[in-house]
Every structure is written in C-alpha cells, then in structure tokens.
C-alpha cells in the first residue's frame, strides 16, 4: 500500500453509470427540501432584525453578530467533526438528526428574552445545520456522475435562494398576523418574533422523519472508485470533536510532541491578542471572541488531520488551488450574505417601506434570482469544464465582478423599483458562482473525502462570509451612523456599499486559482501518496 493513501481508495475501475436515475432526482427533490428549511431557519432572522433590535435594545454590529457569528462560527466547527462523520457513517441517518436538531433550536428561539439567550439558541441552529452539507454533498456525489454533479449541486444550492426568499415572507406574515391579533403581547408575553421562530422551526421536525426513509447509496461507486466507510466511526468522530474544543486541543498537541504544543501555544496567544485588540477597537466582545475561537479552534482540527490523515490534509489544506477556490468564493458569500441579511433592514429604515411590502417583493426577488443565478451558473460551469479543466472558475470570476455595479446603484438610489431591480440582478449574479465553486473543491479530492472537503469549502463560506458579511455591514454603518434622542442611528447605505471592497480581492484569489486547478485535479493521486509532481 503506498504511504499516505489507504488501501484501495483510488483504484480505478471503468465508469459503471454515465446517467443518474429517477431515484437520484428524488433524493435530490428532498435535499432541496432540506435546504430550504436550513435557510429559513437561518435567514429567517434578517426581516425581524428591526423587531428584535428594538426589542433588546441592540445595535446594527449586536444584529450583525446574531445574524452572523453567533450561528456561523459553531456551524463552521462542528462542521469539521461531522463532516468527518459523513464520510464515515450512514448520511441519511445523520442527516436526519441534525435536521431535528437545527429545527428544535429555532423553535426554542421563540422564547429568547435578550441577546445572550438568542445567541445560545443561534449557535444550536448552527451546530445541527452543520450535518447538512457534508452529508448532502457527498450524498449527491454518490448518486450524480461527474458530468452532471455541478448541476445538481446547483440544483441543491438552490434551496438557500428560495429558502432565504421565503424566510422573508413567512416572517413578516407572523409578525404582522401576530401583532395585530395581540398588540400588548401574546401569551407568555411573546411578541410577533418570538412566534415566527416558532412557525417556522417546528415543521422541520416532521421533515426529518421523511429524510430517514432515504436509501443510503454506496460510496464512491458512481465514481468506479469503491470508498468502504470506517469500522469505528463514532471513535474517529469524538476523537476529532475533542481536537477543536479548548483546553483537549492544548492536551491533542503535547501528544503529537513538544514541537506541535509550542506551535499551537503560539497560534493561540496570537489569536486572544488580535481578538482583544479588536474588542478594543469595536467594543464588540462577543463578535471577536467567536471569531477567535473559531479560527483558533480551526488551525487545531488542521494540526491534527495533518498528523493523522496526511492525504486528505495534502489534498484539502495543501492544495492552493483548492484554497484559493474556497477563500475566492468565500469573498463572494460575504458579499451574499451581508445583502441577504441587511436588504430587508435598509429597505425598512432607510427607504421607508413597509415590512409586508418589501418581505414580498424582497423575498421572491431572492428566490428567483438565486434560482435562476445558481441553475444558469451551474450548467454554464459544466460546459466550460467539458472544454477546460479550470473552465467552473471562470463563473466564479463571474460572480465576483457582475454584481458590483448593480450592488452600487441599488444602494444609493431613492427609488424602491430601481432598489428592487437592482437587488435582483446583484443576487443572480453572485449566486452563479455557487455551482461552480462547491464542484471544483469536489473535483479536488478523493471519494473518501468529500465531506470533509465539504466541511473545508463551507468553512470559507462561514468563517470567512457568514461570519463578517453581516457583522461587517453592521459595524461600518454603526461607525459611520450619528446620535438621535441619545441613541445610536447607524448608516446601513455605507455599511453595505463598503461590501464592494472585497471584489478585488477575490479576483486576486480566484485568477491564481484558474491557473492551479487543472495541474491539482490531474495529480491527486500522487499528492495523496506524497508523491513529486
């Protein structure tokens, strides 16, 4: 067996399927199911961002925590451990568990009474979201061959699109049914926030039971590239929760010798001294803390795996290409996810629009656009990848560029059709890149590791887009914002016209990414063995 590569992971054998089966596009149907529930969930609290800072008493950088941070960093962590444990043990099943989980926490958010009870409410949304991409991905990699895996990833993705549409209506509707129907509180004194968090977490518990019935595919074998699971899948799955938790990271390090504690020491210390600088910067506590735990807690999961499973850390972490690909991509979600969350505020407060109003057009220009963007984006993808190797990157080029300009107007027009117009067109943009990113990282590793190339790709999209995007927007607009009656008004047209700045970078990202991709794809084998290329 050549070092580094287990044993008969990579022997290929001719392709056994060229098309995928009517089964295929109904597990596919529920997927999307899924995804739409897990971006309701999420999204759900953009539009009662205005309900819930006045409520609280918070500030545009405490909603862009909550919206952010508080879900994406836990999210993003247990990733990691369950992504592992998607490529170890049945999908369905965990797919099943972490769906109850996330619902069941969203639900209980419904009787948050101040930030840190809603925070903790948020991070359990992100820890049971966290089973549904590595366990999705690497289901649909399993049931779609190569030729037509980036649309149906598309065709996936574009359940976050109609999920975050959606989430805007449903949550207007309750606020407004609810405060109509109790306008000095409900019973138990919840107001019109607390119940959509209610509405819309329960009937993902019903949800679940129909993932269950899902018929676990077998590894790999789409591929021609059988993958056996592992015999101990829960032992491995501790054993990887325990690497990114504080203080077992510190204990996981002094076992791999003095060199790795000292390592992760220094990591650490530098870490609490940027986040503690931050916080003085900002004020934020609970935004830099997060942060810094999470990237902490990241660099200790990488530590490990490059000890324990060099190939899949040479084909993840060692990869530029697929660095390059998932930070590029990453800017483009934080561009996506800052609109996605404050789109509905801005048009609250700054343009003066009524909450029913703009939940309906805001939230079904969402839906389409992202629907359109990320379907358009995933079959233009394939047929640039039929004729190039690195053809997808070009359509993430794409979805960095193209919503500048739409991004720009509709953000500092007065007029609500143009502000709608504008919208669209910046949300279809980005979501064309979607497709194409999440298939080239795909490409970039063995079947084996899929999920944990999934947990790695949505780390850029967490870490790096969900957690500042929001937060982002919020604290510029609270910098550049003035005092009212005594109170902090913030500026939300600077804090999301600021999100153009990270265009260029991505650009820088992703062109080196084009020019790495082919030669990676065309050597994983042998960097999986450790081999020169």
């Not at 006045?54 to 836990?74: C, E, K, P, Q, R």
């Not at 509709?410 to 194409?436: Q, V």
């Not at 999301?496 to 020019?515: K, M, Q, W």
């Amino acid at each position: 067996m050549t070092e580094g590569v287990r044993e008969g992971e990579y022997q290929r054998e001719p392709l056994p399927v060229t098309k995928a089966s009517g089964y295929s596009w109904y597990v596919l149907a529920v997927l999307v199911v899924v995804y739409i529930l897990n971006f309701i969930d999420r999204q759900i609290v953009s539009i009662l961002a205005v309900d819930i800072k006045t409520d609280l008493g918070l500030t545009d950088s405490d909603m862009g925590f909550l919206g952010g941070a508080a879900f994406a960093v836990f999210y993003a962590l247990f990733g990691i451990p369950l992504g592992r444990l998607a490529d170890n043990w049945s999908r369905v099943k965990l797919l099943s568990i972490g769906l109850a989980l996330w619902s069941a926490m969203t639900a209980l958010s419904g009787f948050a009474r101040n930030q840190l009870t809603l925070t903790f409410a948020r991070m359990g949304v992100g820890i049971g979201e966290a089973t549904a991409s590595p366990t999705a991905y690497s289901l649909i990699s399993d049931y779609f061959p190569k030729h037509q895996r980036a649309t149906a990833l598309a065709i996936y993705s574009s359940g976050l699109y109609l999920g975050g549409g959606v989430s805007l209506f449903i949550g207007a509707s309750i606020v407004q049914a609810w405060n109509r129907a109790y306008p000095d509180g409900g019973p138990l004194g919840l107001s019109g926030w607390h119940a959509a968090f209610l509405a819309v977490g329960i009937p993902g518990l019903l949800v679940a039971l129909w993932v269950a019935t899902l018929r676990e595919p077998v590894r790999g074998a789409m591929d021609g590239v059988a993958s056996a699971s592992s015999p101990t899948p829960f032992r491995e799955f501790f054993y990887d929760l325990s690497t990114i938790v504080p203080p077992f990271t510190l204990i996981g390090a002094a076992l791999r010798g003095p060199v790795a504690f000292a390592v992760n020491v220094g990591f650490a210390a530098a870490v609490v001294g940027f986040a503690w600088w931050m916080i003085g910067l900002t004020g934020n506590l609970p935004q830099w803390s997060a942060v810094g735990l999470g990237y902490y807690a990241v660099f200790s999961w990488a530590s490990t795996l490059r000890a324990r499973d060099p190939a899949t850390f040479r084909l993840i972490w060692g990869t530029p290409a697929f660095i390059c690909t998932t930070l590029g991509y990453g800017l483009v979600a934080l561009a996506a996810y800052g609109i996605a969350f404050w789109s509905a505020p801005y048009a609250e407060t700054v343009l003066g629009l009524p909450k029913q109003e703009l939940a309906l057009i805001l939230g079904g220009n969402g839906a389409v656009a992202g629907f359109l963007g990320v379907i358009i984006g995933g079959r233009v993808a394939d047929h640039l990848r039929a004729t190039n190797p690195a053809g997808r990157i070009w359509m993430i080029i794409f979805g960095v560029v193209a919503p500048v300009i739409p991004i720009w107007i509709g953000y500092t027009t007065e007029s609500s059709i143009i502000f709608y117009a504008m919208n669209f067109l910046a949300g279809m943009f980005g979501a064309t890149a979607l497709g194409a990113a999440a298939a080239t990282t795909q490409d970039l590793v063995l079947p084996r590791m899929r999920g944990t190339a999934t947990a790695a790709f949505f780390l850029g999209t967490t870490l790096v887009g969900l957690s500042f995007g929001p937060y982002m927007v919020g604290q510029i607009s609270d910098l550049a914002g003035t005092m009212v009656d005594g109170k902090p008004v913030g500026d939300l047209r600077t804090g999301i016209l600021s999100l153009i700045g990270v265009a260029p970078i991505a650009l820088a990202l992703l062109i080196y990414a084009y020019r790495t991709v082919p030669k990676a794809e065309a050597t994983i084998a042998e960097r999986a063995a450790g081999e020169p290329v």
